[in-house]
């Protein structure tokens, strides 16, 4: 699995919206979570942290701290920070 691309910050901050993809880091990984937008439970909050780090947003909504959530962020992984 260590075979996945290395992204800089910059590549991650350029996916920010719909049109653009929707990219965020979790604990040094990247995802790109533009499928999963329509099916948030939260809505359109997801979109606060387009193109930016999830933690800030996962330490105010701690709904995020299960299992269950990690599950679904693990499908969405296309390389590392
Ligand atoms: C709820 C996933 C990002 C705000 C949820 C739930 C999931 C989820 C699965 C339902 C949890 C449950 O009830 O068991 C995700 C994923 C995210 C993400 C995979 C990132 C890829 C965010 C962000 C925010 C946010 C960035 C806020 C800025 C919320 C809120 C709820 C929620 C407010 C509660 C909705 C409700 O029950 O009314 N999220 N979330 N989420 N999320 Fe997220």
């Known amino acids: ?12 901050t350029k996916h920010c919206s719909l049109d653009s993809g929707v990219w965020v880091t979790y604990k040094g990984e990247v995802y790109d979570i ?5 099916m948030h439970p939260g809505g359109d909050k997801i979109l606060l942290a387009a193109g930016g780090a999830l933690e800030p947003y ?6 995020h701290e299960q299992d269950h959530v990690l599950e679904i962020l693990s499908e969405y992984k296309i390389g590392v920070l």
């Open 1 to 12: 699995t260590s075979a996945l691309p290395v992204y800089t910050l910059e590549d991650v």
């Open 34 to 38: 533009t499928e999963f937008v329509a």
């Open 58 to 63: 996962w330490a105010l909504y701690a709904v």
